[in-house]
Nanobody, 121 residues
Framework: EVQLVESGGGLVQPGGSLRLSCIAS????????MSWVRQVPGKGLEWISG????????YYAESMKGRFTVSRDNPKNTLYLQMNSLKSDDAAVYYC??????????????WGQGTQVTVSS
């Protein structure tokens, strides 16, 4: 059974930083690309970042470039998202997602339960 468990969310002030983690199990982690998506209540899922199976290529939505960094530790089956210079617009539930293939951003076929990020002073 595929399981993705996110952690690291919380309350942060504007301009602050958070590091999200996602521990994967139930599949061969280093066979697949991974992505991060987020959702604001009442809105659809927004893709924000992706990384290939070996971490050699990373992808970002335009508004995240220069602020967010995705990485992975394959021996630990863990995906990370370092988020800096957070803005109020970044407040959302963040999900990690398994991608169906090794070197693409889409499609995603499994999601975790999410971790809440709140940006407020």
């Amino acid at each position: 059974e595929v399981q993705l468990v996110e952690s690291g969310g919380g309350l942060v002030q504007p301009g602050g930083s958070l590091r999200l983690s996602c521990i994967a199990s139930g599949f061969t982690f280093d066979d697949y690309a991974m992505s991060w998506v987020r959702q604001v209540p009442g809105k659809g899922l927004e893709w924000i970042s992706g990384i290939t199976w070996n971490g050699q290529a990373t992808y970002y939505a335009e508004s995240m470039k220069g602020r967010f960094t995705v990485s992975r530790d394959n021996p630990k089956n863990t995906l990370y998202l370092q988020m800096n210079s957070l803005k109020s617009d970044d407040a959302a539930v963040y999900y990690c997602a398994k991608v169906k293939y090794a070197s693409t951003r889409l499609p995603m076929d499994y999601w975790g339960q999410g971790t809440q990020v709140t940006v407020s002073s």
